[in-house]
């Protein structure tokens, strides 16, 4: 798939669309990890997504049946739903966008377990014109309880008020794989799966930003 990151993304905002005066249960981050479980584990029943996704069936329904009309999935009553061939080659396109998160437990730097990351790349220096504030506060606003904003540089720095270091900033950016420029967001919730839609969200946001400029 040569498409660009806009239309890449545009994709994801086509199925989670209002329809009819009426907006689905399910978000951006749903049509993501739906695509991204299929194409990791393999064919998956309705009922398995929803427990995946903590989403009731009806909304699956409706997620699959969006997800059919842009011909990026099937469904077989034996293996449940799998990816097309253009449904593979556009979850490979929009995970070379917004790479898979990666879940860690953070217990020197922050104390939490069950934390998620993920990088942005060469994003580093574009957040300066969003703003850290800003960008926490949207990690909070879909459902984080908490978040860092590291910068990877010659060494990764927590960005806030002052940028901080601390050795397992390391850990995080070798566990992601970074390069310099690249951002790293991270999320924690008491609600895992509330910090992992958060995360992938505020993804969707800052690269379609990114994208204008």
């Given amino acids: 798939m040569k498409n660009s990151a806009y239309e ?80 593979e080659e556009y979850i490979k396109a929009l995970l070379s966008i917004i790479p898979p998160p990666k879940q860690l437990n953070l217990r020197e730097l922050a104390k939490w377990d069950n934390a998620y990351a993920l990088k942005l790349k060469k994003m580093a220096k574009k957040v300066e014109k969003i703003g850290i504030i800003d960008i926490r506060d949207n990690l909070i606003r879909y459902g984080a309880d908490a978040a860092l904003i590291i910068a990877v540089k010659e060494k990764p720095v927590l960005l806030g008020a002052e940028e901080y270091y601390h050795p397992e900033l390391d850990k995080i950016a070798n566990t992601l794989n970074t390069q310099l420029d690249d951002l790293i967001l991270v999320s924690w919730s008491r609600e895992p799966l509330k910090a992992l839609k958060a995360l992938i969200e505020e993804a969707l946001d800052l690269v379609k930003e990114a994208i204008k400029w």
Avoid: H
Avoid at 18 to 23: L, P, Q, Y
Avoid at 46 to 65: D, H, N
Avoid at 75 to 84: P, R
């Fill in 8 to 87: 890449v993304l545009s994709v994801l905002e086509k199925i989670a669309e209002e329809r009819r005066g009426i907006k689905p249960k399910f978000a951006r981050a749903d049509v993501y990890l739906t695509l991204y479980y299929i194409y990791s584990i393999g064919p998956l029943g309705r009922l398995k997504i929803a427990s995946m996704l903590g989403l009731g069936e009806a909304s699956i329904k409706t997620l699959i049946r969006r997800l059919k009309e842009q011909q990026l999935v099937e469904t077989d009553i034996a293996a449940g739903v799998y990816l097309t061939n253009k449904g």
